[in-house]
């Protein structure tokens, strides 16, 4: 069983839709990880949290420390946006454990 | 805009031979990692390391693995003796603290032939 769950796997969007990312776990965590992996591999880091909210341009990101469960939002998207996201748990002794990532495409 | 480095961007060895894959963390960073991404496959952790030593290893990061802060800049992976199955993504990464994001190197590509 995967402790890090995403959904959708795939995800076609029309460019300036508003995109919702999901992402369930089953661990105890101290921190979520949001990630952007581009089609070149690069790994970028758009949010650490560990609850609420957090906001960062187009970019929001939400966690539910009582449901593990969180959700990366994507406003008014882009064909730029168009990248893997990737979802990480950081487990309470540091190890990381990654989602499948959601392969997002904005078509223009 | 300080980044993590990572050399060789592309590394091709043979089956048996060891590799040894370079980082340059952000240079006030305490806590360095590397991960590892196998084609088509899900990232993994490999290894943490704080204050000169391993904090956190996965079952993966076994005894042909090892890790090493030659100089006050480098962070090293070394794989001992490579297998086909060593052919992946690595990619090293490196935060303040605990509990800060992590920033992450472009990657080295190993090839194992």
């Known amino acids: 069983k995967n402790e890090v769950e995403q959904s959708p796997q795939n995800l076609t969007a029309q460019e300036g839709e508003f995109i919702t990312i999901n992402c369930s776990y089953s661990?105890?965590?101290?921190?979520l990880h949001w990630l952007q992996q581009h089609p070149g591999g690069g790994i970028v880091s758009l949010f650490m949290?560990?609850?609420g909210k957090k906001k960062h341009g187009r970019l929001i990101a939400t966690i539910n420390i009582q449901e593990k469960h969180s959700s990366l939002h994507i406003t008014a998207s882009h064909p730029r946006d168009s990248a893997v996201y990737i979802c990480?748990?950081?487990?309470?002794?540091?190890?990381?454990?990654f989602g499948a990532g959601t392969r997002l495409t904005v078509k223009p | 805009e300080p980044e993590v480095t990572q050399t060789p961007s592309h590394q091709v060895t043979q089956m048996g031979q060891e590799v040894i894959l370079r980082c340059v963390p952000i240079?006030?960073?305490?806590?360095f990692y590397w991960y590892r991404q196998i084609l088509g496959q899900k990232v993994e952790f490999l290894v943490s390391?704080?204050?000169?030593?391993?904090?956190?290893k996965s079952e993966i990061f076994d005894d042909q693995f090892s890790v090493e802060r030659p100089d006050g800049s480098n962070f090293t992976l070394k794989i001992r003796s490579t297998k086909l199955e060593d052919s992946a993504m690595y990619f090293c990464?490196?935060?303040?603290?605990?509990?800060?994001?992590?920033?992450f190197g472009p990657g080295t590509r190993l090839t194992v032939l």
């Open positions: 990464a490196s935060s303040l603290s605990l509990g800060n994001e992590q920033f």
């Open positions: 990480a748990a950081r487990l309470n002794n540091n190890d990381m454990r």
């Open positions: 390391f704080y204050n000169n030593e391993i904090s956190e």
């Open positions: 240079s006030n960073h305490l806590y």
């Open positions: 661990v105890g965590i101290s921190a």
């Open positions: 949290l560990s609850s």
